[in-house]
């Protein structure tokens, strides 16, 4: 179990300022050049529901829906992402605590994303190659023009 230390609250406070200014509703810390296992989401209308996900793992899915999904890391891209509907994740919280939580919903694909992040996947690897093809090509045009 990791130890929850200054250093960590410090790295969670920077992930949750990150995520809520660009705005997003989660963040995993691979995506700020952090190689741990914890994610940061906040789904809430208030965006005062910090959710944090320590050494997370879903132990449990079952159904599917479809969403509109963008990320960070991938800005101005969008695309409707197949996932499972429901989800069962166990991780440990802020307070060492080990949490399992059931999710649905907007949660449910958020965690899944977020987990993707961890084990080196954007959301467009799950579209269509022609998908993948043409996401590439707008952000190589992307890049010319704010070159």
Do not use: W
């Not at 809520?20 to 809430?44: M, N």
């Not at 991938?74 to 802020?94: H, S």
């Not at 949490?99 to 799950?126: N, P, W």
Request: charged share 30%.
């Amino acid at each position: 179990m990791e130890k929850i230390d200054a250093e960590l609250r410090a790295l969670v406070a920077n992930m949750a300022e990150t995520m809520y200014e660009a705005p997003g509703i989660g963040l995993a810390a691979t995506q700020v050049d952090v190689h741990r296992q914890l994610v940061v989401i906040d789904v809430s209308e208030e965006r005062n529901q910090l959710l944090v996900l320590i050494n997370a793992r879903i132990t449990h899915q079952s159904g599917a829906q479809v969403y509109e999904e963008g990320c960070l890391s991938v800005p101005g891209i969008y695309d409707k992402v197949e996932r499972a509907a429901e989800v069962t994740v166990e991780y440990t919280d802020l307070d060492e605590n080990r949490r399992t939580l059931t999710a649905d919903g907007l949660l449910a694909v958020c965690i899944q994303h977020e987990l993707d992040h961890l084990d080196g996947k954007v959301f467009v690897e799950r579209l269509s190659r022609l998908k993948q093809m043409r996401i590439r090509a707008k952000l190589a045009k992307q890049a010319r023009i704010t070159a």
